[in-house]
């Protein structure tokens, strides 16, 4: 037996070297096959779905997106995106109201190349599912942005102002409108329309029809109010009146609204604010209105006081 592995021992002290190149050659073999086979890439933002019965749906999801990481060749994983991906979680025996846990793995991936899953983040997806209902709701435009300098909203007006919106009761039951994607104001010169698409909440899986609206915008140079102080009120009466008309108070406050730019010209001279006395026969006191005439385009919105006091006497 002493002699055999004596024998065994000469035989390797003579092919050391034989031996030490098919090392080298198995790392460098192995080192090929990890760099084809070995490469790692993280996906993010891969939808999450849950595929109900009919007359179901989700009321809450603890996630709607996740991230993977790929391991595979360079050609498995050059391609991948989150516009391939897609995690569909079918539940085919639903409970109402009840937490459903779910462990993510590679079956519930629908995955076009063969890249090999390292692990998903998070590993795990919390599900509530309640009955499916229908609502008609209210669309909001969404806005962003300001309007140019001088302009402002005058309405805006959602064609069609309603859509049928269905998904879970829980969900639409606390609903009072849907919005629209954002409209960006900036650089809007003028009144105009846009189509644009309804945007969805986060909660559960719903549906809306029509899920595009036209949104009619009307612009108008932006208003200003103003006051303008000492007023004084003049006396309408006929032609040849030779009574004693007397007023109080003599003075008026006037606010006027209009284009900012119109106003910002005005002057007290511009406002003409009078009583009519041209049918008043009898030498006694009234309580008459003040009559307002202003530039065109600009509107009164108040007048103080309202009503003055007149005395005519002879």
Same mark, same amino acid.
């Not at 004596?6 to 030490?20: S, V």
């Not at 006929?238 to 284009?259: D, M």
């Not at 910002?264 to 006395?277: G, L, R």
């Given at each position: ?11 390797? #002290? ?19 096959? #990890? ?128 859509? #049928? ?68 009120? #003049? ?80």
């Amino acid at each position: 037996m002493k002699g055999k592995f004596l024998e065994h021992g000469k035989t390797l #002290r003579k092919e050391k070297w034989l031996l030490l190149f098919c090392l080298v050659l198995a790392f460098l073999s192995w080192q090929g096959i #990890r760099r084809n086979i070995g490469f790692e890439v993280s996906v993010s933002n891969i939808s999450v779905d849950i595929d109900v019965p009919k007359d179901w749906a989700v009321w809450e999801k603890s996630v709607h997106h996740v991230n993977i990481m790929f391991r595979g060749s360079r050609e498995d994983i050059r391609y991948l995106n989150n516009d391939q991906l897609r995690v569909i979680i079918p539940i085919s025996e639903p409970k109402q109201g009840d937490e459903i846990h779910i462990k993510l793995s590679e079956k519930y991936l629908k995955n076009p190349t063969s890249a090999k899953i390292v692990r998903f983040i998070p590993s795990e997806i919390v599900v509530k599912l309640d009955q499916k209902s229908e609502r008609m709701l209210p669309v909001k435009a969404t806005l962003t942005g300001s309007l140019p300098d001088g302009l402002e909203i005058e309405r805006i007006i959602c064609s069609p102002a309603s859509v #049928r919106v269905s998904g879970a009761r829980k969900v639409l039951d606390r609903m009072d409108n849907i919005h629209t994607e954002p409209i960006d104001l900036r650089n809007q010169q003028a009144s105009f329309k846009e189509s644009i698409p309804i945007i969805l909440p986060q909660e559960g899986r719903m549906r809306v029809d029509p899920d595009w609206v036209s949104v009619d915008f009307t612009l108008v140079q932006r208003s200003s109010t103003q006051e303008f102080e000492q007023i004084p009120v #003049r006396i309408l009466c006929t032609s040849g009146e030779i009574r004693n008309i007397r007023v109080q108070p003599q003075n008026v406050t006037i606010t006027v609204k209009g284009k900012k730019q119109r106003i910002e010209q005005m002057h007290n001279a511009d406002i003409f604010a009078y009583v009519s006395c041209t049918e008043l026969t009898e030498n006694t006191s009234y309580d008459l209105p003040v009559i307002v005439d202003l530039p065109l385009g600009l509107q009164i919105i108040k007048t103080d006081p309202s009503i003055i006091h007149v005395d005519i006497e002879n």
